[in-house]
């Protein structure tokens, strides 16, 4: 159940963990603009604060739009909760490889959290944990910084913006 919730009371700390796409943020800009927000802002909401972990490109339309108060669904109470919610998501939710690796990340560093026990909050293996952890740790901060403003480019075997780029 959503509940309207300040937008600039959202925290938004996990921002720079998912990618941006400029295209699909003008076109969900001017779908806003004539319907309003019409899936909730998702992540945690506990302790006093609602940390932000899904809808940043809503978020920031509402925001260009003088959008004050947005529609908030709470994933859970605690932050490593609320991140292994947001990785059992819905399609709706469904994270990039690289987003997967940076909550990955965040679940061993900050929350202590072992292979095994997100392997197991999330019905995988344990090699997928790991490879996507690996992930994060074999990128540079270059690479994490370019990777947030947007999709790779295309390669000749690309099939992510779906098209063959061959």
Known sequence: MSEMVERSSLDL?????????DAQEARLLASIRQRGIERPLAGVSGAGVRILLNGFKRQRAAKKLGIDYVPFV??????????????????EMALDILEESRFLAE????????VA???EALSRSKGWVSMRRGLCDEMSR????SSSAGPFPCTPTSTRCGRSCA
Do not use: T
């Open 107 to 114: 679940l061993l560093s900050v929350h202590g959290m072992s």
């Open 74 to 91: 709470s994933l859970g109470e605690e932050e490593a909760a609320g991140i292994l919610n947001l990785m059992r998501g819905s399609a």
């Open 117 to 119: 026990d997100i392997a």
């Open 13 to 21: 700390r996990y921002e720079g963990y998912r990618l941006r796409d």
């Open 142 to 145: 270059r690479s994490k910084r």
